[in-house]
């Protein structure tokens, strides 16, 4: 295999399910820049390059998995956290898009696969476990820690089995599944802690220092007590004490 980061390399697939996963990944990435722009304002789109940046820099980081493949910190966690789904994917997408065609990091006609993975898969997953866990958590700097470890696990977890399932499907060498399977999901397990540490001490510190700038904290906040409610109860008090 010759692949370099979790980033799949030209001929590691073959052509038909790379066309495929192209065509779902321009799709899905039409999709995100559709929804995005209701999140766009001043606020989001300066917070989005900087997010970029970040993931650009620790994508960096790679640790050996197989022969000529190996795993990278993805961020996508901690993307969704902090701008969202939508132009969270778009972030990451963008990075990888980069390092394709200036880096040569993974194929260029793997680029749909790499995508799918990494931006799609790996950013839905993070981002179904915040929308879970914040809703149980407390939202406060450390509740918000606690839930990008866990969906930053799971997020990375989940985009190194959809390599897995890309290779199942048109691999180009011969290699035993489960062991393919196993050794991308123990590898990434252990890529996924790291990279949730990483996640859950910049979510908690920015929560900290600037809660408004955290899309889950507004996205998911706990709604105020209904104006009818708060009336009703009103006169009932005042009526008490008269009698």
């Known amino acids: 295999m010759d692949a370099q980061a979790m980033h799949i390399a030209n001929g590691i697939v073959n052509g038909t399910v790379s066309a495929i996963f192209a065509a779902f990944a321009a799709l899905a990435l039409a999709f995100c820049v559709w929804r995005a722009r209701a999140d766009l304002d001043d606020r989001l789109a300066p917070m989005a390059g900087l997010v970029a940046a970040f ?30 789904p939508w132009v969270g994917a778009l972030c990451v997408s963008t990075v990888l898009i980069i390092q394709c065609l200036l880096f040569a990091d993974g194929g260029l006609t ?6 799918t993975n990494m931006a799609i898969i790996g950013t839905a997953a993070g981002y179904l476990l915040v929308a879970g866990l914040l809703r149980v958590l407390p939202k406060t ?29 048109g691999g180009t060498t011969q ?59 009103a006169p009932a008090t005042v009526s008490g004490g008269q009698a």
């Open 55 to 84: 993931i650009f820099a620790v994508q960096m980081l790679n640790f050996q998995v197989l022969p000529g493949v190996s795993g990278h910190l993805l961020g996508g966690t901690l993307a969704v956290v902090l701008v969202g």
């Open 110 to 115: 793997a680029l749909g696969l790499n995508i």
């Open 141 to 169: 700097p450390s509740g918000l820690g606690t839930t990008a470890l866990i969906a930053s696990v799971v997020g990375v977890v989940a985009a190194s089995q959809g390599f897995v399932f890309e290779y199942w499907l």
């Open 175 to 233: 290699l035993s599944m489960p062991w393919v399977s196993g050794t991308m999901a123990g590898t990434h397990l252990l890529i996924g802690i790291g990279e949730g540490l990483i996640a859950a001490t910049t979510v908690a510190t920015v929560a900290r220092v600037r809660p408004d700038l955290v899309y889950a904290l507004r996205r998911f906040r706990t709604p105020p007590a209904p104006v009818a409610a708060t009336t009703a109860a």
